[in-house]
């Protein structure tokens, strides 16, 4: 069989490129390539599709959340944001560039995502609650302001149980959704029961762009507005600069391309659901890996399909039979942020189980065009590393 690789535009350009490729002529036709009618068209339709009251196009998924963090309130150098370690780097470092500092949490074991108790554990181990009900860290006195939680790999986090702890504790809520669009949990999509939600339009995401591109949902106007003024130097009106922001505008090519795929999104959405079925039903009887635990009645959107060995020696020697086998797989991520060169004033000992899922999960290929035939050589290849003692 030829190779497998872990992720193949080309395959879905090949579904999507005529619609593409009108849509960017009429772009370049009309010559208005920043904001503009093909920008607010496209905020208007993913608001929809998202079931979101509004919608702001940005330059990227980390502008996205440096913008809703500072929306929200962050910004005065020393305020303390609490994030999981097991992320992204941009997840953390947006906290940083947005003016705060992270406090790093935990996540659920099962699920990869933060947690009521893991954020609570959290707050008590590495915070203490002064006489004015403000939690500060141990280490610094900085006052905690808000939460970012992260719906990794596209699976949503419990917001409800989430938000109503925070709103216990003082604190506000922000989203980083840029794996999980079209995700929900009880029916809602993030930002519901937030400040607001980021989402990411590189390429590689569900839901990708012809390069960077991000987007904040918000229940609040006023975050909203907010948003919209930061993303524009800070200005409402020409020439007026109500305080200071960025060049963080998504491009109407970006948007027209964005517009043009989101009509594809359910498919594709479908298909990685029924891609993440036939693994965890085909691996079920295996006891060298765990499979997603995620049981939320197929709300997942599967951004990636991640396994967990049970032996963290064995993640390696699976990849490396993959690779042997033509089949493209990834680590995410190898390296958690507690333990990143870039946050060495943050680092943290004792986060055991980011450090071992760091060392133990693999992803699998599930972009939508990935065909039975080859998935099921994919099974097969793992199977039998497994029985054979390969692994």
């Given at each position: ?65 440096i913008l809703l963090l500072k929306a929200s309130g962050l910004g005065s150098g020393d305020a303390a944001v609490l994030v999981p370690s097991f992320t ?304």
């Amino acid at each position: 069989m030829s190779p497998i690789p872990f992720f193949d535009l080309t395959r879905q350009y090949g579904q999507v490129g005529d619609q593409v490729k009108s849509a960017v002529l009429s772009v370049l036709s009309s010559q208005q390539f920043i904001l503009g009618e093909t920008v607010s068209r496209f905020e208007k339709r993913i608001a929809d599709y998202l079931g979101s009251s509004h919608a702001v196009g940005v330059a990227s998924g980390t502008d996205a959340l440096i913008l809703l963090l500072k929306a929200s309130g962050l910004g005065s150098g020393d305020a303390a944001v609490l994030v999981p370690s097991f992320t992204f780097y941009a997840s953390a470092s947006s906290v940083c560039l947005a003016g705060g500092r992270p406090v790093w949490t935990e996540v659920d074991e099962k699920l990869y995502v933060v947690s009521p108790e893991t954020l609570e554990d959290a707050l008590q181990t590495q915070c203490v609650r002064g006489e004015d009900g403000v939690f500060r860290t141990r280490e610094g006195n900085h006052p905690v302001r808000g939460v970012l939680v992260v719906h990794l790999y596209g699976q949503m986090a419990d917001m409800a149980g989430i938000s109503a702890w925070a709103s216990s504790r003082g604190l506000w809520v922000v989203e980083d959704a840029c794996q999980s669009i079209g995700a929900r949990k009880d029916g809602k999509s993030a930002g519901a029961l937030s400040k607001g939600a980021a989402y990411s339009f590189f390429p590689t995401k569900n839901l990708g762009g012809g390069g960077d591109g991000g987007l904040v949902t918000t229940e609040d106007p006023r975050v909203a507005d907010h948003i919209r003024s930061l993303r524009v130097h800070g200005s409402r009106q020409r020439y007026i600069h109500e305080e200071l922001g960025y060049n963080s505008r998504l491009d109407a090519i970006q948007a027209a391309i964005l517009e043009a795929k989101l009509e594809f999104l359910p498919g594709w959405t479908d298909r990685r659901r029924v891609l993440a079925k036939r693994y965890s039903d085909a691996f079920s009887s295996q006891d060298v890996f765990r499979t997603p635990d995620w049981t939320d009645e197929g709300n997942s959107v599967y951004h990636q399909y991640t396994i967990e060995f049970h032996r963290p020696s064995d993640r390696d020697r699976v990849k490396k039979i993959l690779s042997d086998a033509g089949i493209g797989s990834e680590i995410y991520y190898p390296v958690p942020q507690h333990r990143q060169m870039a946050f060495k004033p943050f680092f943290r000992s004792g986060m055991d189980l980011t450090d071992r899922l760091s060392s133990s999960v693999l992803s699998l290929p599930i972009f939508p065009e990935l065909s039975d035939l080859e998935q099921a050589h994919i099974v097969q290849v793992l199977l039998d590393a497994s029985r054979k003692g390969g692994v």
